[in-house]
């Protein structure tokens, strides 16, 4: 019965996290929650319901709760699962930043005003919009050569006309669950913690390596895309072949923090591309060592 009521409340909350639920139940902190957690996770269901609603903040409790009482996963452990999932779950877009400077505008109408400029690809800013909106505009995008033209994005409280602009934009908030980029993010952090959860299974000290990986995936723009590119770059190249058996990797955790160390901000990804070569065939090459002795 555990395992079909683990199941059935992952299915709950992958259909409302889909279709959206409209109701405005509030997420509790989930039962049994380690005490040394429930700051971290009462600050996330806060964090979530102000960036997206109370439905989202409910995705947020389910998702935790599947690694409460698991073993291997102490409070620390649970309490940073609990903080870098609530980070990843609050990605910054456009419409967060407009969000976030009409919040301080709330909270402080003292705050100093600023012409906030940013810089976007035209892709990242279509892809915030509605996917039935999006996929015409990025084939066009396409179609011009222009997907990856680099465009400026004010965020101006400076005016009456600025605050306007920025509420518009903050009142996408609605359309989000809708968006290509709310898909995409979706996807990765629930590859982010099937990882950490195989990592349990197969080699149960590289999860707090596999955990701390979130941090990589951060920012916008090319911060973000690099980040993300290197995430899946060593997630398919070091951790996924050795849970699938196919590279014998004994410090899965080690070979992650080298890989991590060698990543930098370089679209072409020489360096970490390199390193992740090297761990491979030292592995390889040590296993071809121990067959041959």
């Not at 902190?29 to 439905?55: D, F, M």
């Not at 996807?187 to 990882?195: A, P, T």
């Not at 990589?216 to 995430?231: I, N, T």
């Amino acid at each position: 019965m555990g395992a079909f009521s683990n199941f059935m409340e992952s299915m709950r909350y992958l259909f409302a996290d889909i279709i959206g639920e409209q109701d405005d139940r509030p997420a509790f902190l989930p039962e049994n929650l380690p005490e040394a957690v429930v700051p971290v996770a009462s600050e996330a269901i806060h964090l979530l319901t102000e960036y997206q609603g109370t439905p989202y903040a409910r995705v947020y409790v389910y998702r935790l709760r599947r690694f409460i009482g698991k073993p291997g996963v102490d409070a620390a452990m649970l309490g940073e699962i609990a903080r870098l999932m609530a980070i990843r779950m609050a990605y910054e877009d456009p419409i967060r930043i407009a969000q976030q400077k009409l919040i301080e505008l709330a909270t402080d109408p003292d705050t100093p005003r600023a012409n906030d400029i940013r810089k976007f690809r035209l892709d990242e800013l279509v892809d915030v919009l509605p996917a039935v909106v999006a996929e015409p505009i990025l084939g066009l995008l396409d179609w011009l050569g222009w997907t990856h033209k680099r465009v400026s994005v004010h965020f101006n409280n400076k005016s009456w006309f600025g605050i306007l602009r920025l509420r518009m934009e903050s009142s996408l908030r609605r359309w989000r669950r809708y968006s290509i980029r709310y898909g995409k993010e979706r996807l990765w952090v629930e590859r982010w913690l099937h990882m950490v959860d195989r990592a349990l299974t197969k080699q149960p000290a590289a999860a707090r390596e596999i955990i701390e990986t979130a941090t990589m995936v951060q920012g916008y723009s090319s911060e973000y895309r690099h980040g993300l590119a290197d995430w899946h770059a060593i997630i398919d190249g070091l951790a996924k072949p050795t849970f699938d058996g196919a590279l014998n990797l004994p410090d899965l955790a080690g070979a992650i923090r080298e890989a991590r160390a060698a990543a930098m901000p370089d679209p072409r990804q020489a360096a970490l591309k390199r390193k992740i070569a090297e761990i491979r065939a030292r592995t390889l090459g040590g296993g071809a060592e121990a067959a041959a002795e």
